[in-house]
């Protein structure tokens, strides 16, 4: 018994020793996969300035510089050059907070020294952190973290940010937080309790730039901004489906407050959902790879880029893309309102890009329809604040609201408006150039 006992301890030192090698083989090529992965994306460059090798580990010198105009050549924003460090441990031995066992713990980070001129914090950590840490299994486990900064002026207020998350059975999880941001000047603004939460597929390839089932949510508790604006539970969710079989996606935007607030206007309850549906993942995967291999990916005509999506416009629009707004709606002091649109294009025979600038042929080949509600007294203030507006003259004077009502009165009457109880409602379509509203032509 000491004897196969003897033999498994020699086994398994054995494995302890020989293993960080192997993977110090397989961390280098998917380091180098990255890097590639990142050169190949518009405006990306980034490259290996140094790694120093040991055998239980490695410590890499990374440069990423990102050029915004490459993307948008009007960006007023130039180069943004950065330094990441990651200095790795190699298993199957990590004893770290996320693992004691692995293939390999990375700790990344980006010292950002000259950001200590402007900010402060604390002298023994980098301005972001970020944890890596790969199972024997594959699962990828990480935690990210900005500590808590201000300016040398303590006008700027950081409370410091943390998160975490889990790649595991080709679902990436991550969810991260951060209490306040305060900035003390001129313009006092305010952010509290900021979450944000992350779901998505992993198992399609991250290379190919198409659509990938996803769930995204960010929240915020409290916005302020001096005396001219205030949000309260604000919230924004992106949600993106797609059919596999089919390669026929979705992607929702949704957009949520309690209350938002101006100098002239409050609402609460506020929520804006748009769609777009019907998109052909086949045709946008391919669209970016040509793209992304095009032999001038800096062509200032954009020759190319036209080219690509001319040859792929009308496969894409076979599918029948759609545009939706799903709900528009809110409450003010007077009144609620609730609107909507759903919107496609008609069967277009040889479409060209050039086509898509023309005002003409969205007016011709759209299809849309537009539902609005509105309670009455909240219809009757909008009229009276733009007969108001129109007349140059206070919006309390009586004949502004005798005048709003004669307006609302002649669209009710002329059919353009129905009257439900204490709710106005109106229908507007477009069809083969024609603009109709409650059935009802008009010229566009």
């Given at each position: 018994m000491?004897?196969?006992?003897?033999?498994?301890?020699?086994?398994?030192?054995?494995?302890?020793?020989?293993?960080p090698?192997i993977?110090?083989?397989q961390?280098?090529?998917?380091?180098?996969?990255f890097?590639?992965?990142l050169?190949?994306?518009?405006?990306?460059?980034?490259?290996?300035e140094?790694m120093?090798n040991s055998?239980f580990?490695?410590?890499?010198?990374i440069?990423?510089?990102?050029?915004p105009?490459?993307?948008?050549?009007?960006?007023?924003i130039?180069?943004?050059k950065?330094?990441?460090?990651?200095?790795?441990?190699?298993g199957?031995?990590?004893?770290?907070?996320?693992?004691?066992?692995?293939?390999?713990?990375?700790?990344?980070?980006?010292?950002?020294?000259?950001?200590?001129?402007?900010l402060v914090?604390?002298?023994?950590?980098?301005?972001?952190?970020l944890?890596?840490t790969r199972?024997?299994?594959?699962?990828l486990?990480?935690a990210?973290?900005?500590p808590?900064?201000?300016?040398?002026?303590?006008?700027?207020l950081?409370s410091?940010?943390?998160?975490s998350?889990?790649?595991k059975?080709?679902?990436?999880?991550?969810?991260?937080?951060?209490?306040?941001?305060n900035?003390?000047?001129?313009?006092?603004?305010s952010?509290k309790?900021l979450?944000?939460?992350?779901?998505?597929?992993?198992?399609?390839?991250l290379?190919?730039g198409?659509?990938r089932?996803?769930d995204?949510?960010?929240?915020v508790?409290d916005?302020?901004?001096a005396?001219?604006?205030?949000?309260?539970?604000?919230?924004?969710?992106?949600?993106?489906?797609?059919?596999?079989?089919?390669?026929?996606g979705?992607?929702?935007?949704?957009?949520g407050?309690d209350?938002?607030?101006?100098?002239?206007?409050?609402v609460?309850?506020?929520s804006?959902?748009?769609?777009?549906?019907?998109l052909n993942?086949a045709?946008?995967?391919?669209?970016?790879?040509?793209?992304?291999?095009?032999?001038?990916?800096?062509d200032?005509t954009?020759?190319?880029?036209?080219?690509?999506?001319?040859d792929?416009?009308g496969?894409f629009?076979?599918?029948?893309p759609e545009?939706n707004?799903?709900?528009?709606s809110?409450?003010?002091?007077?009144?609620?309102?609730k609107?909507?649109?759903?919107?496609?294009l008609?069967?277009?025979?040889?479409?060209?890009?050039?086509?898509?600038f023309n005002p003409?042929?969205?007016?011709?080949?759209?299809?849309s329809t537009?539902?609005?509600?509105?309670?009455a007294?909240l219809a009757?203030?909008?009229?009276?604040?733009?007969?108001a507006?129109?007349?140059?003259?206070?919006?309390?004077?009586?004949?502004?609201?005798?005048?709003?009502?004669?307006?609302i009165?002649?669209?009710?009457?002329q059919?353009?408006?129905?009257?439900?109880?204490?709710?106005?409602?109106?229908?507007?379509?477009?069809?083969?150039?024609q603009?109709?509203?409650n059935?009802?032509?008009?010229?566009m």
């Amino acid at each position: 018994m000491k004897k196969l006992l003897g033999i498994l301890v020699i086994v398994l030192a054995a494995v302890c020793i020989i293993s960080p090698k192997i993977i110090a083989g397989q961390y280098q090529k998917q380091l180098e996969s990255f890097i590639a992965y990142l050169n190949q994306s518009a405006g990306y460059h980034a490259k290996i300035e140094s790694m120093d090798n040991s055998w239980f580990g490695s410590k890499a010198n990374i440069s990423v510089e990102v050029d915004p105009s490459t993307i948008d050549p009007n960006s007023p924003i130039g180069s943004i050059k950065a330094n990441i460090i990651l200095d790795t441990h190699y298993g199957p031995l990590l004893f770290n907070k996320q693992s004691l066992i692995g293939l390999y713990s990375t700790q990344a980070s980006i010292p950002a020294d000259k950001a200590r001129d402007t900010l402060v914090w604390d002298d023994n950590k980098p301005l972001y952190q970020l944890n890596i840490t790969r199972g024997l299994t594959g699962n990828l486990t990480m935690a990210d973290a900005i500590p808590s900064f201000t300016d040398k002026a303590k006008t700027l207020l950081f409370s410091g940010y943390s998160g975490s998350g889990e790649n595991k059975n080709n679902t990436f999880h991550y969810q991260g937080a951060l209490k306040n941001i305060n900035i003390d000047d001129q313009q006092p603004a305010s952010l509290k309790d900021l979450s944000v939460k992350l779901a998505m597929d992993t198992s399609v390839d991250l290379n190919n730039g198409g659509l990938r089932d996803s769930d995204m949510t960010l929240k915020v508790g409290d916005i302020q901004v001096a005396s001219k604006m205030a949000i309260k539970g604000l919230s924004i969710n992106t949600h993106s489906d797609l059919d596999k079989k089919t390669q026929l996606g979705d992607i929702k935007i949704s957009y949520g407050a309690d209350s938002f607030s101006l100098p002239s206007v409050q609402v609460t309850n506020l929520s804006l959902v748009t769609e777009l549906k019907n998109l052909n993942n086949a045709v946008l995967t391919k669209i970016y790879k040509e793209l992304n291999n095009a032999p001038d990916g800096t062509d200032p005509t954009n020759q190319k880029t036209i080219a690509v999506l001319q040859d792929n416009l009308g496969p894409f629009l076979a599918s029948k893309p759609e545009f939706n707004i799903s709900d528009f709606s809110g409450t003010l002091p007077e009144g609620s309102f609730k609107s909507s649109l759903t919107s496609k294009l008609a069967d277009i025979n040889d479409p060209k890009v050039e086509d898509l600038f023309n005002p003409q042929f969205w007016k011709y080949y759209t299809i849309s329809t537009a539902n609005i509600l509105v309670d009455a007294p909240l219809a009757d203030k909008l009229a009276q604040q733009f007969v108001a507006k129109q007349a140059q003259v206070p919006v309390q004077l009586p004949q502004v609201k005798q005048q709003a009502q004669m307006i609302i009165g002649n669209f009710v009457q002329q059919g353009l408006i129905k009257k439900e109880k204490d709710q106005y409602r109106t229908e507007i379509s477009i069809k083969d150039g024609q603009l109709s509203v409650n059935n009802i032509p008009l010229p566009m």
